[in-house]
């Protein structure tokens, strides 16, 4: 079996604006091989700059797209082909973009395996620890307190035992700050779990006040309060926390997360769709799981990060909650056949063979750019 060619598929919505909003655009990997079978990925980077990366003709050895690095090779040789695009990419990869392309073309690669081998993905990763994990509804805090609190009404009358508010206007003032986290918590009651996600807001000082103040709330976690760069920060600031603090959706490469855990982290949050697919990110949640730490996707795209994300999550003894955006956008809720429904506050990890997604060829084509 060889790959005959590597697809790297364009989308986005007519209007995209400067909201926190991933799911206004994305990219679709297709890996074709010679046997008919084909697999699909997704990569969650700035569509332009992955599609670059993945496409880019040969400059030299360590400088070389991922299609030039696949072309021609067995697509059931994940690891070795991991490495290839790895080492073909050196020169401008070890993290970032290229290794937030690497996962699509590696989601593409499990799910052939997948189809080939006839089993779904997650048993190829050791089998289900999980049939079905806890969803939280992820979504952008209101525009103002009161709006956060109708927000938080809905998604409780939807079945969600846990919620998550992130972003928006969250970090201008303390007492903005704690009247949206007070009206986030009073909208949810105090039977469903609130996550606060302060997206880079604070300092570290800054943080540790708000963690303190945040706990009258009772918060599941404090997410990404500040820069990725801070290790310093957040090894003080998970030493006086009073809540859980959970960080990672920036970081790429397995080091960066061992980092994450050396500073303290109580969960870490890698998203398939970033770190180098599913190869890396079962990786991440084992190293987590040695240190007895949460691990939690990080996912804010369309149906088939949530595939990828419920197959590695199930093949992890640290894993219950999956990250479930509930952004209505067209991508976010048409792209892929399978809706992924909320039934009891759970979403069932897909029985079928690969990643057990299909895409709709009518949205692919009506928001293809390029
Ligand atoms: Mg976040």
């Known amino acids: 079996m060889k790959i005959t060619d590597v697809e790297a598929i364009w989308l986005q919505l007519p209007v995209v604006d400067e909201r926190c909003d991933g799911t206004q655009d994305t990219l679709i990997v297709r890996v074709h091989t010679d046997a008919g079978i084909v697999g699909v990925g997704e990569v969650d980077s700035s569509p332009m700059v992955a599609k670059a990366i993945i496409e880019a003709p040969l400059s030299h050895a360590i400088a070389r797209g991922l299609r030039q690095c696949v072309?021609?090779?067995?697509?059931?040789?994940?690891?070795?082909?991991?490495?290839?695009?790895?080492?073909?990419?050196?020169?401008?990869?070890?993290?970032?973009?290229?290794?937030q392309a690497i996962s699509g073309v590696d989601m593409a690669l499990w799910d052939i395996l997948g189809k080939v081998l006839k089993q779904p993905v997650?048993?190829?990763?050791?089998?289900?620890?999980?049939?079905?994990?806890?969803?939280?509804?992820?979504?952008?805090?209101?525009?103002?307190?009161?709006?956060?609190?109708?927000?938080?009404?809905?998604?409780?009358?939807?079945?969600?035992?846990?919620?998550?508010?992130?972003?928006?206007?969250?970090?201008?003032?303390?007492?903005?700050?704690?009247?949206?986290?007070?009206?986030?918590?009073a909208g949810l009651g105090d039977a469903v779990d609130l996550m606060i996600d302060a997206g880079l807001a604070y300092d570290a000082s800054t943080a540790i006040r708000r963690a303190r103040q945040f706990a009258e709330f009772n918060p599941f976690w404090l997410e990404e309060p500040l820069h990725p760069d801070d290790l310093e920060g957040y090894a003080r600031l998970t030493q006086a926390s009073p809540i859980r603090i959970a960080a990672g959706e920036q970081e790429t490469t397995l080091h960066g997360f061992a980092a994450l855990l050396d500073a303290g982290l109580d969960v870490i949050q890698p998203d398939?769709?970033?770190?180098?697919?599913?190869?890396?990110?079962?990786?991440?949640?084992?190293?987590?799981?040695?240190?007895?730490?949460?691990?939690?996707?990080?996912?804010?795209?369309?149906?088939?990060?949530?595939?990828?994300?419920?197959?590695?999550?199930?093949?992890?003894?640290?894993?219950?909650?999956?990250?479930?955006?509930?952004?209505?956008?067209?991508?976010r809720q048409t792209l892929t056949r399978q809706r992924f429904p909320v039934v009891d506050g759970y979403v069932a990890v897909p029985q079928e063979p690969g990643l057990g997604v299909e895409l709709d060829e009518e949205v692919v084509a009506r928001y293809r750019v390029a």
């Not at 919620?163 to 003032?173: E, Q, T």
């Not at 240190?291 to 804010?300: D, E, G, I």
């Open 122 to 185: 997650y048993r190829l990763l050791g089998g289900a620890f999980h049939t079905k994990l806890r969803a939280y509804a992820s979504n952008l805090f209101g525009d103002t307190p009161q709006a956060t609190y109708e927000q938080a009404r809905r998604l409780v009358d939807q079945g969600f035992t846990a919620v998550k508010f992130g972003w928006g206007p969250l970090g201008k003032s303390e007492a903005l700050d704690l009247e949206l986290v007070r009206q986030a918590r």
């Open 272 to 331: 398939v769709a970033r770190v180098g697919g599913i190869s890396r990110a079962i990786e991440i949640g084992r190293l987590a799981a040695q240190r007895h730490r949460l691990c939690v996707n990080h996912s804010y795209k369309t149906g088939v990060s949530i595939a990828a994300s419920l197959h590695f999550l199930a093949a992890l003894p640290n894993a219950s909650l999956l990250e479930y955006c509930v952004e209505q956008s067209a991508l």
């Open 71 to 99: 072309l021609g090779q067995n697509p059931l040789d994940i690891a070795v082909l991991w490495e290839r695009m790895y080492q073909g990419t050196i020169f401008f990869g070890r993290g970032g973009a290229a290794q």
